[in-house]
Nanobody, 124 residues
């Protein structure tokens, strides 16, 4: 079993910044194939915000057009953590942000996991 723990959600004024982090942990050896951040605003569908995936010896990252230039994804392999730095926040960024990961273990193979969600509220 793998756990994803998110942190960093908060109330911030428009134009402010926040950093969300997602840490994966397990009692078993695991490999993170993909780690994403999604968000879901009230009354809206969950949408992909940022994505990082293993590609050979490196990784590939991408962010949604709506946050490009404002949100930056980073990964700390030693800590099994992915963080998203969010700058110039707008009221439209208000949502519950969810961490998602596709993780491999020897016992389960590759499985999708979700964090519990962290609230980001941007006031105008």
């Amino acid at each position: 079993q793998v756990q994803l723990v998110e942190s960093g959600g908060d109330l911030v004024q428009a134009g402010g910044s926040l950093t969300l982090s997602c840490a994966a942990s397990s009692a078993n050896t695991f490999v993170i194939n993909i780690m994403d951040w999604y968000r879901q605003a009230p009354g809206k569908q969950r949408e992909l915000v940022a994505h990082i995936a293993n590609r050979g010896s490196g990784s590939v990252t991408s962010v949604a057009e709506s946050v490009k230039g404002r949100f930056t994804l980073s990964r700390d392999n030693a800590k099994n953590t992915v963080s998203i730095q969010m700058n110039n926040l707008k009221p439209d960024d208000t949502a519950v942000y969810y961490c998602h990961a596709n993780i491999w273990t020897a016992t389960t193979g590759s499985v999708d996991y979700w964090g519990q969600g962290t609230q980001v509220t941007v006031s105008s």
